[in-house]
């Protein structure tokens, strides 16, 4: 038998069959994670408050040029116009015309004065189709732009990686 403070021969055949235990698993503790590269990480949205307040007066602006010109011409009725947005769409079907047709009795002065009076009404209702039309685009730009404005932007954290893939004689060098 070989005591343990013996110095060993090389003819000993023993084989050291002691096992330790292994150790224990790694535990990962869980962190904040980090982006992965090239990807956003949202952070909560941005409001554009210059396009949100250029959007009110756009579409103040557009409001109070309907409701203004409505009273003002006395158009009946003028109370369509306080509708916001689609108000200019109601009274396209109105009548703008704002000479009444003539009513002497003597067709000699009636017949050409309600021609004349019919094709004033009619440039009238063409210019008021336009303006109706210009009114809805100003009241309809300003509420998107309103609500553009007020919803705003993503506010994202983007990190860019640069890398690259060379070949080399026993392999390939990755760069980032």
């Given at each position: 038998m ?51 307040g ?12 309907d ?13 369509t ?56 685009v ?7 732009m309103?609500?553009?404005g ?7 954290l ?7 893939i ?11």
């Open positions: 070989v005591r343990a403070d013996e110095p060993r021969r090389s003819d000993d055949a023993r084989v050291n069959l002691d096992l330790r235990p292994a150790p224990p698993p790694a535990v990962i503790e869980p962190t904040r994670a980090m982006p992965t590269p090239g990807v956003r990480e949202d952070r909560g949205r941005e409001r554009h408050w210059g396009l949100l250029g959007g009110l007066a756009l579409f103040a602006a557009g409001y109070a040029l409701i203004g010109l409505s009273y003002g011409l006395g158009h009946d009725p003028a109370a116009s306080l509708i916001p947005l689609v108000g200019p769409l109601v009274q396209m079907g109105d009548s703008w015309a704002m000479v009444q047709p003539s009513t002497t009795g003597n067709p000699m002065i009636d017949v050409p004065a309600n021609q004349r009076i019919s094709e004033v009404n009619n440039t009238i209702q063409q210019a008021a189709y336009a303006v109706l039309a210009v009114d809805f100003l009241q309809l730009a300003g509420t998107t309103v609500i553009v007020a919803v705003g932007k993503s506010r994202t983007e990190r860019n990686v640069a890398w690259s060379t070949p080399t004689g026993n392999g390939m060098l990755v760069k980032f």
